[in-house]
């Protein structure tokens, strides 16, 4: 057996010591906020997946920790789990095999101090599918009286069989009773799902059990062609709320996609349905004031796949349209402490987001480089910054609000997250919170600790563009050498990048890489024209932002510099390195776009070829040649035949969002043309970020970099 080159070993290694750190994925306080029960995430190189893991806090008066677990309790098969509202329960839905390798879901109870009370096979009932445990669908939440859980499952599937089909002796004698008759020839009419990472969630329903008869409905009253999801309790548990998004004419890929045709629903448990929001809107996140008021997050159901959103609220017993309390923003508007504020772009409110007296509602949203957190008076709008802990930059996300007390994890590109809580002081104060640590820091590697972090801004003096200025973050290990640079970009094209802690920059970093990551025009939490501007525009601002953040970070000395992007962010090294051959060593793509002419045919979000072109999105009527054309000029597939640098690319099979084949034509193009190329093909979707795939494309992509510098 042939031993690994010390490059790669070098790599292995790297990547090793960094997958040990742990990722905070979740925390609560219980109701008299002196207890934390956090949910912590690492990667199990040998099981080949991530392990869940809670841990337990105990805090003194003064918010100090007096008391912790020992070792972490392993949750890694816990789909979802919810504490009931006098925390007398907690339900869990629990995924396991059993000795057939078969999967099975459970729905436990537990009780306080008396251990398991409940537990139900739902795959043996079989009323519905698989239980939704995903970001956009998933929810689970008891009644306010304790006796009842809800949640979100696949519709149970019609059975089909052959036109054709020899039956059983008995079966052919049976007569009435028992299932309804297997329809004939429908196995394979198709049925859409949501897309990339939503694969095989096809049309969802609300679930409700009882717990002390463990009686199960299916509640009815939605139309058939909406799936509901996000669903919680009204406070009277007579009804649900949740969000529901139209189905037709077609599907339209969800995951990272805020611009859904969707509204806020009530359903009361005998089947009567309102709507409570505006058509032609996309919704998400209800949330219940303590009075009964409801708040949601709302945006038009158009446009860019994620921008900026309002924050609306519906008043108990009034039936007018949502009045806004804090509304979409242009560009900035000013904090009760004068600082500005740049809009909502969270894709989620926290599940308790209130203050203790329910006038102030806490958030967190990505602004500019960094994720930040605030409240909102829900009264009068006004919108106050929560301070970082010793007011440090980085990234601060709310995790629970309970009795003024705040949950937060804060973490920067050198520092993994840490558990913070702080008691919020009363309006006008909230730039005055002492935060106290909860979670013992996770120490890092001396050469990514000791790096520097540089917020960069930059504008375009000589042009007409209405919107000139975008943000970049630059991060370099210490050293006195010249050092190799990464140019950057995110994907989406609606994201951005932040100051929190990532595997992946850690590793470049530590393998001596400095790294330039760019948040172009377009990108999120700078405002929503910033948002806009891009569209009609892409392929072009976008690129010459990334060039003038390169130029400007260099100073004209350019020199070993490589390119690193996935998705759309493969969009726009494959621009960089077609335009200005002359200058870049090398080249990763992860799921590149490549041809917005053809992606959009096949891709599960087929509006965003069209919207990025600045179309407005039709399948109706003849397909429009210009449409096409204009998509194909703002492509990188025009500059391929000019790429000089040796270039890798990372794909995956199973990809929904950009199908492998966009990556694999570009692929073709610079092998004819006597580039060194390089294919990785994974069986994995868009995201390559199964276990096993993530640590073979990030060595790969590592070790195909250093190879090409000098």
């Known amino acids: 057996m042939l031993k690994m080159s010390s490059q790669i070993e070098t790599i292995v290694n790297a990547y090793k010591t960094l997958s040990k750190i742990p990722t905070v994925t979740g925390g609560r306080l219980n109701n008299a906020a002196n207890k934390i029960s956090s949910v912590q995430s690492v990667r199990n190189i040998d099981k080949g997946k991530n392990s869940k893991y809670l841990y337990n806090y105990v805090l003194d008066d003064n918010l100090n920790v007096i008391c912790r677990t020992d070792y972490g309790v392993d949750i890694s098969n816990e789909l979802l789990s919810a ?264 894709q989620g409110l926290p599940k308790n987001c209130f203050t203790k007296d329910s006038s102030r509602i806490v958030f967190s949203t990505p602004s500019v480089c960094d994720v930040k957190t605030y409240t909102v008076d829900i009264e009068n709008g006004k919108i106050a910054e929560i301070s970082s802990p010793d007011s440090r930059q980085g990234s601060l996300s709310v995790l629970d609000v309970k009795n003024d007390v705040i949950l937060a994890s804060f973490s920067d590109m050198l520092t993994p997250a840490q558990l913070y809580v702080g008691k919020l002081p009363g309006a006008g104060k909230e730039g005055e919170v002492k935060w106290n640590v909860v979670s013992e820091a996770v120490k890092v590697p001396e050469s990514l600790a000791s790096s520097t972090i540089r917020y960069l801004s930059h504008k375009h003096e000589s042009t007409d563009d209405a919107v000139k200025t975008f943000s970049s973050l630059y991060l370099a290990p210490k050293s006195s050498d010249k050092l190799p640079l990464i140019v950057w970009p995110h994907g989406g094209p609606h994201s951005a990048f932040v100051n929190s802690y990532s595997l992946e920059a850690a590793l470049f970093n530590m393998l001596g890489f400095a790294s330039l990551r760019i948040n172009y025009r377009g990108s999120t939490g700078h405002g929503d024209a910033s948002v806009r501007f891009l569209l009609s525009n892409a392929g072009r601002i976008d690129v010459d932002d990334c060039f003038l953040a390169l130029s400007e970070v260099l100073e004209g000395n350019i020199d070993n510099v490589s390119l690193l992007g996935g998705s759309y962010g493969g969009f726009l090294v494959a621009h960089l ?134």
């Open 577 to 710: 390195a077609g335009r200005w051959p002359e200058i870049f060593r090398s080249v990763v793509m992860r799921n590149p776009l490549i041809d917005m002419a053809t992606k959009g045919h096949y891709a599960d979000n087929s509006d965003g070829c069209a919207v990025e072109a600045g179309f407005p999105f039709t399948e109706k009527g003849k397909p429009s040649e210009d449409e096409l054309l204009t998509m194909r000029r703002c492509s990188p597939l025009v500059h391929v035949h000019k790429v000089k640098a040796p270039t890798a690319f990372m794909l995956g099979k199973g990809d929904k969002r950009v199908p492998h084949y966009q990556g694999l034509e570009m692929a073709r193009r610079l092998k004819a043309n006597g580039v060194e190329t390089r294919v990785y093909m994974y069986d994995d979707n868009h995201s390559l970020s199964s276990l096993p795939h993530e640590m073979d494309q990030l060595i790969n992509s590592a070790s195909w970099l250093l190879e090409h510098l000098p």
């Open 83 to 346: 504490v009931s509202p006098k925390e007398t329960f907690k339900a869990v839905i629990r995924e396991e095999k059993d000795n057939k390798d078969t999967k099975k879901q459970y729905l436990e109870i537990w009780r306080l101090n008396a251990g398991l009370t409940n537990c139900i096979d739902l795959t043996a009932l079989d009323i519905h599918g698989d239980v939704y445990a995903d970001s956009e669908f998933g929810s689970l939440d008891w009644s306010q009286d304790e006796t009842a859980v809800v949640y979100v499952a696949e519709r149970k599937l019609k059975k089909s069989e052959p036109y054709i089909k020899r039956s059983k002796a008995e079966d052919a004698s049976k007569s009435g009773g028992g299932d309804p008759a297997p329809k004939k020839g429908e196995e394979y009419v198709y049925r859409q799902d949501w897309g990339e990472q939503l694969v095989g969630k096809h049309l969802s329903v609300v679930v409700v059990c009882k717990i002390e008869s463990e009686a199960f409905s299916v509640l009815e009253g939605l139309p058939e062609s909406c799936c509901p999801g996000q669903v919680r309790f009204a406070p009277d548990g007579k009804s649900v709320v949740g969000v529901a998004w139209e189905t037709e004419p077609r599907r339209l890929g969800l995951i990272f996609c805020t611009n859904r045709p969707s509204f806020i629903f009530d359903l009361t448990l005998d089947g009567q349905l309102t709507k409570l929001s505006a058509e032609s809107k996309a919704v998400r996140s209800p949330r219940f004031r303590p009075n009964g008021d409801l708040v949601w997050l709302q945006r038009a159901a158009d446009g860019p796949h994620h921008a900026c959103h309002a924050l609306v609220i519906k008043r108990k017993g009034q039936s007018e349209v949502s009045p806004i309390i804090i509304d979409i923003v242009q560009t900035e508007i000013a904090t009760a402490q004068s600082k500005p504020f740049h809009g909502l772009y969270n």
